[in-house]
């Protein structure tokens, strides 16, 4: 993983101030370290603003600085980026990323059924399951313990953690990440009862997940009752995150974890649904809208409006409701006063 500064500017298409041959082997956070420790030799560190740079004095000495053309000139050694130098931090971590690769293939102790079609370039380690005409498309990665049940199609580049499992006639796209332990295409949380009986609804559709989604560890989503559960190009779910039944999750959403979709929910466009969140079944969370955590939606939200509490209403209108609600005992006691006073003038 060593690099040298002249190799890592060239990596990033950026600048370098210092020795060329100056050797980075690794990269560091700065805010972990405490004002008087100076930061790492053969390390990289990433500044981008002059908060960091006052609240780590030392950061000037060793290591190398990642920062901006304006920032630079307080380092001795730099890459120094003249776009976005967030992103290019994010390129220098893939190059340092010590994630495992894996030889293409079927591991000799990986169970597939003879109907299923794995492309070449696909690993498939042992103790994976793949089973009667699943699709396993180019450069996948199926870790051990994973199930991926029949009829279900895995696109090109995706990579299932161990332990997922994916439903059968499910379909996954282009280089999603599902990470360990979550189950796609349960079925739905579906009951009909009547006296003395309840039926359980059949759920007889699937789920379907676009290209670049990211699913984190412990979530699960649900198939259709009918048709497809769907969710969007580049949604990103957090850890333990539940989709409902039939529900409709747009594009370039972020829901964090803990958080839960009733059944039908249809979230739009470019929504964020923030921690321990719970949605009710049927509702519409409109296109930019935020719901803040802990909250409870029991009806549609606006584009593009913020919302918080139990029942989430719209944040302006919560700001002003909590900061009558502080005031309640002191109303209470004036409340109080004028009653007593009205008590006494009558006869």
């Not at 002249?6 to 956070?29: F, P, S």
């Not at 700065?30 to 960091?52: D, G």
């Not at 964090?256 to 509702?283: C, F, P, R, T």
Request: glycine share 10%; charged share 20%.
């Amino acid at each position: 993983m060593i690099i040298t500064l002249e190799e890592l500017g060239r990596l990033l298409g950026a600048e370098i101030k210092g020795a060329g041959d100056y050797a980075v082997a690794g990269i560091r956070d700065i805010e972990r370290l405490s004002a008087e420790q100076p930061l790492e030799e053969h390390c990289l560190y990433f500044v981008e603003s002059r908060a960091v740079l006052k609240r780590h004095p030392l950061a000037a000495g060793n290591g190398v600085i990642l920062t901006t053309a304006e920032l630079a000139e307080q380092f001795p050694r730099a890459v120094i980026v003249s776009g976005d130098a967030r992103l290019a931090f994010f390129k220098a971590l893939s190059h340092f990323d010590r994630a495992p690769a894996f030889a293409p293939g079927v591991g000799p102790r990986a169970l597939v059924d003879s109907s299923a079609q794995i492309d070449p370039t696909a690993s498939v380690l042992d103790g994976a399951v793949v089973m009667a005409r699943a699709v396993i498309g180019p450069a996948c990665v199926i870790y051990p313990g994973a199930v991926i049940e029949p009829a279900a199609v895995i696109g090109e580049g995706t990579v299932i953690r161990s332990n997922v499992v994916i439903g059968h006639a499910c379909v996954i796209g282009k280089r999603c990440l599902i990470h360990s332990a979550t189950v796609i295409g349960a079925d739905g949380f579906g009951f009909y009862d009547r006296p003395g009986m309840r039926h359980k609804v059949p759920h007889i559709g699937n789920v379907v997940i676009a290209d670049d989604v990211e699913l984190g560890a412990s979530c699960t989503v649900d198939r259709a009752t009918v048709e497809s559960t769907t969710i969007g190009r580049f949604t990103k779910l957090d850890d333990q995150v539940h989709i409902g039944h039939n529900c409709q999750v747009g594009r370039f959403v972020y829901i964090v974890g803990n958080s839960a979709l009733g059944g039908s929910v249809v979230v739009e466009d470019g929504a964020m649904i923030s921690g321990m969140v719970v949605v009710k079944d049927h509702l519409k969370i409109a296109a930019g809208s935020i719901v803040m955590g802990m909250s409870a939606v029991l009806q549609d939200t606006e584009p593009k409006q913020h919302y918080f509490g139990i029942p989430a209403r719209n944040a302006r209108e919560m700001h002003k409701m909590n900061a009558a609600l502080a005031r309640l005992p002191e109303l209470l006691v004036k409340f109080r006063a004028i009653e007593a006073k009205l008590t006494e003038k009558t006869p």
